[in-house]
């Protein structure tokens, strides 16, 4: 079992910056993927980043060029990095992780990143 906890969301103005942490309860060096995922009201949950070990990170074409994610398998955290952002980029951001076949997952609580001036 994996326990995640989000950090860092909050109130942002259009084209400002903010950075999210995600802190996991155990180990990450045996975790296969770690993940952001965003879910704004009324919308499917959608992919923000995804950040396999051992290979390249992955975005979502709307966050491409504006965010960066990574992992710290040694704090046993993970990041993401917001620049740039938009009122559409308002949702609850989730932390996940998991194994390659998707036959582990855990996710976070999420924290709330709201964009509007």
């Known amino acids: 079992q994996v326990q995640l906890m989000e950090s860092g969301g909050g109130l942002a103005l259009p084209g400002k910056s903010l950075r999210l942490s995600c802190e996991a309860s155990?180990?990450?060096?045996?975790?296969?993927?770690m993940a952001w995922y965003r879910q704004a009201p009324g919308k499917e949950r959608e992919l923000v980043a995804r950040?396999?070990?051992?290979?390249?990170?992955t975005y979502g074409k709307t966050v491409q060029g504006r965010f960066a994610a990574s992992r710290d398998n040694i704090k046993n955290t993970a990041s993401l990095q917001m620049t740039r952002l938009t009122p559409e980029d308002s949702a609850v951001y989730y932390c996940?992780?998991?194994?390659?076949?998707?036959?582990?997952?855990?996710w976070g609580r999420g924290t709330q990143v709201t964009v509007a001036s």
């Open positions: 155990t180990s990450l060096e045996a975790i296969n993927v």
């Open positions: 996940y992780a998991g194994d390659f076949w998707g036959r582990q997952a855990f």
């Open positions: 950040i396999p070990t051992g290979g390249p990170t």
